[in-house]
């Protein structure tokens, strides 16, 4: 039973992880001279860097009741194959009206990622495992944030911003089968489980299902209350989290230092999140409690963006500082929040409904990059976009401190 740690975890981890690293380069080609090189004004680039998250919320339901009542290993392989090629041709394309499409189509072909891993992850953790496992999943996104800052830094600073692209889209593609040779569907279809741990594993989780009252179907869980609340919880958090994962470079850019710099530096509060947010998680599951390890992060948060707004300019280390203090607290509830999802939603409509909460994470993520993209240009600064950032992530605290503490949908 160990293996899924150590050999299933880790494959879902890195594919995870490769997603990410192809959705968030943008903004380091953007900070290391696509802009300049294609004439793209500051709204566009803020469209461009807006419009992967529109192709992202656009797809996500189809995509997770793919997932669910098809097969996650036939659809992440695609994905994986479609997400590296899109991403690669960012480096190739000199009509701005290619790119619009390219960053669409790369939100398209990833949008049932993270709700099909989600059902995946279900299928194979229990519920004293599952904000841990949830934790390492969601980790791929800072932990690749971490390194693919350092990485495009240099990547940008010594081959240009198009190899960066190219280089970076190619690792997906070669995963693919990586992926398709490791990983299983349920418990009873891997060979490298015994038949008596596949028995005991699918015996649990299903006794598991028994406390979830199920729901008739999709229209029915879309119209549930809490569905509806999370909904709203998960666009605001988004809304503040992408603002800043998207144009954290560009917003350190504008203190004129060096490519290379640029990327250490905003490698530093990704790895202070990966910290926090498995220790979050990991008291979450020895505890047994979700809302407690998510809603005073978020607050914390914008209490952080709040002390860089009022910092201002003028004092760029402790700002910064704040910064960090910010995008870790961001990243920490996020195991708990989607073992929350896993153990209050019924199994027959959980990926729809997953999908639907992580469709308007989408939708608020787009809005969150296109508005501090466009904040920061009119202004010149990123003060308002930190008040933006602290004023959603406070109204996502909120409504999370309101939600039932993990009672069965």
């Known amino acids: 039973m160990n293996r899924r740690w150590t050999l299933l975890l880790p494959v879902i981890f890195v594919t995870y992880s490769l997603a990410y690293l192809d959705r968030a380069n943008f903004s380091f080609g953007a900070a290391a001279g696509m802009a300049a090189d294609l004439h793209i004004s500051s709204g566009q680039s803020s469209l461009l860097g807006a419009l ?44 701005i009206r ?6 669409f189509a790369l939100g398209v072909v990833e949008s049932a990622v993270l709700p099909a891993m989600l059902i995946l992850q279900a299928r194979w953790f229990t519920r004293s495992e599952r904000a841990r496992a949830n934790a390492l999943l969601v980790m791929g996104n ?15 600073s010594s081959l240009g911003w198009r190899w960066m692209f190219v280089i970076e889209g190619l690792p997906p593609v070669i995963w693919a089968f990586v992926w398709w040779r490791l990983v299983s569907d349920r418990p009873a279809d891997a060979k490298w489980l015994s038949p008596e741990d596949r028995a005991a594993l699918e015996a649990r989780l299903a006794d598991e299902q028994r406390g979830i009252a199920p729901v008739k179907n999709y229209g029915a869980a879309f119209r549930n209350p809490r569905v509806i609340a999370l909904c709203v919880q998960y666009f605001l958090w988004s809304l503040g989290l992408y603002g800043f994962v998207i144009w954290l470079p560009s917003i350190l850019k504008g203190s004129s230092m060096g490519m290379v710099e640029l990327g250490w530096l905003s490698a530093l509060p990704y790895l202070a999140a990966l910290i926090v947010e498995f220790l979050n998680a990991a008291w979450s ?28 300019a003028s004092h760029f280390w402790i700002s910064f500082g704040l910064l960090v203090i910010a995008g870790a607290a961001m990243y920490a509830p996020y195991g708990p929040f989607f ?26 993520s787009f809005f969150g990059a296109l508005a501090v993209g466009w904040l920061n240009g009119a202004t010149g600064n990123p003060g308002m976009s930190y008040l933006l950032m602290a004023a959603a992530l406070l109204a996502s605290a909120a409504i999370t401190f309101f939600l039932p503490e993990r009672k069965p949908a």
Do not use: C
Request: net charge positive; hydrophobic share 55%; glycine share 12%.
């Open 98 to 103: 290619l790119l619009y499409v390219a960053r």
């Open 142 to 156: 800072p932990s690749t944030l971490l390194w693919m800052s350092v990485l495009s830094g240099y990547l940008a």
């Open 52 to 95: 992967f998250f529109l192709g992202y919320f656009a797809f996500q339901i189809p995509g997770a009741i793919y997932a669910q009542n098809k097969s996650v290993k036939k659809l992440i392989f695609a994905g994986l194959i479609g997400w590296g090629v899109l991403a690669a041709s960012m480096g190739l394309i000199s009509d």
């Open 339 to 364: 073992a929350y999802l896993a153990e209050t939603l019924p199994s027959n409509v959980a990926g729809g409904a997953i999908a639907l909460i992580n469709s308007m994470g989408a939708l608020g």
């Open 285 to 312: 599951d020895r505890s047994g409690r979700r809302k407690i390890a998510m809603w005073p992060s978020l607050a914390i948060g914008a209490l952080a963006f709040y002390g860089s707004y009022a910092l201002g």
